[in-house]
């Protein structure tokens, strides 16, 4: 039987260190499957269309050039 533990760390000398709160469900010996997800952010830069395609601006009514331009 699998469970997950779920946790952020930073790689230190290579290693990744497992916080105290799991080290007793993680056993020295056991057999475990990691599955690592890199966050990197700088490589994920989103163009501004896309952007505001997945977080449209939601305005009421019509908005006038002027009021378009003051945003």
Not at 22 to 46: A, P, T
């Amino acid at each position: 039987m699998l469970n997950a533990v779920e946790f952020q760390a930073k790689i230190q000398n290579g290693l990744i260190q497992i916080p105290d709160e799991y080290k007793q469900e993680l056993g020295e010996g056991d057999d475990i499957k990691v599955i690592v997800l890199l966050n990197k952010k700088s490589s994920q830069k989103q163009d501004i269309i896309d952007e505001l395609t997945e977080n449209p601006i939601q305005v009421n009514g019509v908005l006038s050039r002027e009021q378009i331009y003051n945003r």
